[in-house]
T-cell receptor, first 112, second 110 residues
């Protein structure tokens, strides 16, 4: 069963703690993306990676970090430097040469 | 930077009425994609338009791409309660990044 998985679905953390969100895909896609969605808002790009061991900042990268050590994995760390981390985080992937992005189910992060 | 504006923000219709959402880009787009996000869910790809003036249909949904490739629209004929959700347009830039509009939330009264 192919697809994109994100875990956990809901995540609660105390203010000041770093937290890492998981994103795994078995679609053999080269490109992966992280978006943030706030209530009633569109999606904003945090980081993206076109290939293993390479990634670029998106529009709102401050306070976030990523790694791309394996093709199938693109974890996102929300650091304590992110001022308003509570949001819905969506991971997506795209096949090389294709335009469509496929989204995972998302992780709702709440910082208390 | 490149921006994609989408209107209206909300649309509340009676079941059976039509619905349209509009998308405008500040720059010419290589293509435009439409996604639907159900309440509590994640965006799901609906369609991609590439050619100037292109029109595509999916059952009751009609998608258009403007002649200048800077605007697009999604029209739903005779809405049903299953159409409820937020519809996003997204323009692709030269780096294969998607620039999402803010979305139009559709509510349908049964």
């Amino acid at each position: 069963d192919g697809g994109i998985t994100q875990s956990p679905k809901y995540l609660f953390r105390k203010e000041g703690q770093n937290v890492t969100l998981s994103c795994e895909q078995n679609l053999n896609h080269d490109a992966m993306y992280w978006y943030r969605q706030d209530p009633g808002q569109g999606l904003r790009l945090i980081y993206y990676s076109q290939i293993v061991n390479d990634f670029q900042k998106g529009d709102i990268a401050e306070g976030y970090s990523v790694s791309r050590e394996k093709k199938e994995s693109f974890p996102l760390t929300v650091t304590s430097a992110q001022k308003n981390p509570t949001a819905f985080y969506l991971c997506a992937s795209r096949d090389r040469g294709a335009d469509t992005q496929y989204f995972g189910p998302g992780t709702r992060l709440t910082v208390l | 930077g490149q921006q994609v504006m989408q209107i209206p923000q909300y649309q509340h219709v009676q079941e059976g009425e039509d619905f349209t959402t509009y998308c405008n880009s500040s720059t010419t787009l290589s293509n435009i994609q439409w996604y639907k996000q159900r309440p509590g869910g994640h965006p799901v790809f609906l369609i991609q338009l590439v050619k100037s003036g292109e029109v595509k249909k999916q059952k009751r949904l009609t998608f258009q791409f403007g002649e200048a490739k800077k605007n697009s629209s999604l029209h739903i004929t005779a809405t049903q309660t299953t159409d409820v959700g937020t519809y996003f347009c997204a323009g692709m830039d030269s780096s294969y990044k998607l620039i999402f509009g803010s979305g139009t939330r559709l509510l349908v009264r049964p």
